[in-house]
């Protein structure tokens, strides 16, 4: 079974541009998320998506993130303008769950966001 | 609000020596609960999970975990630490809305 992708692997930008990434969830997951992790600190909730319908970005920079998942299956998140405090890992996860957490996240490799 | 507490940033062990990393949470109701390892350069990968029935749960790797409702804890356990183990882990807690929470993980050292 293929896992989560996610692209790009590495991306560096300058404050102020923009940058998108990429996640492509396992077959079946109808539940997507976006997580944040910045250096030394655990995965931070940006959003999640249950088919193609938000759940929750109650966390999302919405002044500078946005993220949505046409279709129901990939998902984009970009951020537009970029700032410093934006550099970390941003990791997509997918899973096939039941109501209240009982079943399990897959997580991608997560795409390295270098804001310089 | 679901929180999850690991208290120990960073923990150094021989190779060999058995490993407990601690993990408390916050939740006002039953809890699932899971541990996650990370490897540099790499995403999360499931060691286990706690949804319900026996309070001591086995993972892969060699790894187990009590799940203690008086303690709000879900200690991760090893018996004996192979060099490979060295890693990020982080502790997770699954709430309503299948919305997960994470610790701010351990990094655990394995010395020779």
């Known amino acids: 079974e293929a896992g989560v992708a996610q692209s790009p692997r590495y991306k560096i930008i300058e404050k102020r541009q923009s940058v998108a990434f990429w996640c492509n969830p396992i077959?079946?997951?109808?539940?997507l998320y976006w997580y944040q992790q910045i250096l030394g600190q655990g995965p931070k909730l940006l959003i999640q998506?249950?088919?193609?319908?938000?759940?929750?970005d109650s966390q999302l920079p919405k002044d500078r993130f946005s993220a949505e998942r046409l279709k129901g299956v990939d998902s984009t998140l970009k951020i537009q303008p970029a700032k410093l405090e934006d550099s970390a890992v941003y990791l997509c996860?997918?899973?096939?769950?039941?109501?209240?957490?009982?079943?399990?996240?897959?997580f991608g490799e997560g795409s390295r966001l270098t804001v310089l | 609000a679901q929180s999850v507490t690991q208290p120990d940033i960073h923990i150094t062990v021989s190779e060999g020596a058995s490993l407990e990393l601690r993990c408390n949470y916050s939740?006002?109701?039953?809890?699932?609960l899971f541990w996650y390892v990370q490897s540099p350069g790499q995403g999360l990968q499931l060691l286990l999970k706690y949804f319900s029935g026996d309070t001591l749960v086995q993972g892969i790797k060699g790894f187990e975990a009590e799940f203690k409702r008086s303690q709000s804890s879900f200690n991760l356990r090893k018996p004996s630490v192979h060099w490979s183990d060295a890693a990020e882990y982080f502790c997770a807690v699954g709430g309503t809305g299948n919305q997960f929470y994470f610790g701010t993980g351990t990094s655990l050292t394995v010395i020779p």
């Open positions: 998506f249950q088919n193609n319908g938000v759940v929750d």
């Open positions: 077959s079946g997951h109808a539940t």
């Open positions: 939740y006002g109701a039953t809890p699932y």
């Open positions: 996860a997918s899973g096939q769950l039941r109501a209240g957490g009982r079943g399990e996240l897959f």
